[in-house]
């Protein structure tokens, strides 16, 4: 089976910075597009990036500009840079992959509050 483990997650300051990892593992993960989608209470799942097996991305315009997606094939790990966050990104963080299967992390809370 496929798995999907979330870290890295926690409580900052509106315009501070977290660093989000997503390890995976059942997977030739090289080949893999890798998204992160966030939830926030009472809201629908809400796409935020994606990362191609050849390294494109694309991000949701709530998050342009502040968020970056990257991969690390060698560790088999993709992460989410979020900068200058604000109370609006609260969610859980949620790493996604389709192949071999549909596949979803359990979630790391981000929450941004003074």
């Known amino acids: 089976q496929v798995q999907l483990v979330e870290s890295g997650g926690g409580l900052v300051q509106p315009g501070g910075s977290l660093r989000l990892s997503c390890a995976a593992s059942?997977?030739?993960?090289?080949?893999?597009?890798m998204n992160w989608y966030r939830q926030a209470p009472g809201k629908q799942r809400e796409w935020v990036a994606r990362i191609t097996s050849s390294g494109s991305t694309n991000y949701a315009d709530s998050v342009k500009r502040r968020f970056t997606i990257s991969r690390d094939n060698a560790k088999n790990t993709v992460y989410l840079q979020m900068n200058s966050l604000k109370p609006e990104d609260t969610a859980v963080y949620y790493c996604?992959?389709?192949?071999?299967?549909?596949?979803w992390g359990q979630g790391t809370q981000v929450t941004v509050s003074s």
């Open positions: 059942g997977t030739i993960f090289s080949i893999n597009a």
């Open positions: 996604n992959t389709n192949l071999p299967v549909l596949a």
